[in-house]
């Protein structure tokens, strides 16, 4: 193995603990106690405005039925609404409340705050030239060329 080799390898290892550090430090300090299914449930709803539970079942690739469980939950914290349509009762619109509105922001902000942290310091060159490479790391995965 060349030393490029295992400088990248290296690399590889530090960005992976790198963001499982993100990930632990973003779980405990913004999720407010969900997962991240249910906070994609949210900010699905934030995002798009009431959906059916199939729509939302495609958009976060679940089951109906996941939808469902995770939406019982949510419920019965209000923080969604869930409404049969009028013209079909099969149909179910889920609806984000005022309440999962606000606990949506309260998550988004911290989550920007704590982003900011771990990037506080680095200057904007240093975040262009990030950018840059992950630009060009998904464009290489999107055709293909890694892996091969």
């Known amino acids: 193995m060349t030393n490029a080799s295992e400088e990248l390898i290296n690399l590889i290892g530090q960005f992976r603990l790198f963001l499982k ?13 969900m997962n991240t299914t249910q906070f994609k449930l949210l900010y699905t709803l934030h995002s798009s405005g009431p959906l059916k539970v199939s729509e939302l079942a495609e958009l976060l690739g679940l ?23 009028a013209d079909d009762r099969r149909v179910v619109i889920i609806a984000l409340t005022s309440a999962g509105d606000k606990l949506v922001n309260q998550v988004m902000e911290c989550h920007e705050e704590l982003f900011s942290s771990f990037f506080n310091g680095l200057p904007e ?24």
């Open 125 to 148: 060159e240093d975040l262009q030239h990030l950018r840059r490479i992950f630009s060009k790391l998904t464009a290489n995965m999107d055709e293909g060329k890694l892996g091969k």
């Open 21 to 33: 550090n993100v990930a632990n430090d973003w779980s405990k300090k913004t999720m407010a106690g």
């Open 63 to 85: 089951t109906s039925g996941a939808i469902t469980g995770i939406a019982d939950k949510m419920l019965a914290e209000g923080l969604i609404s869930r409404e049969r349509t």
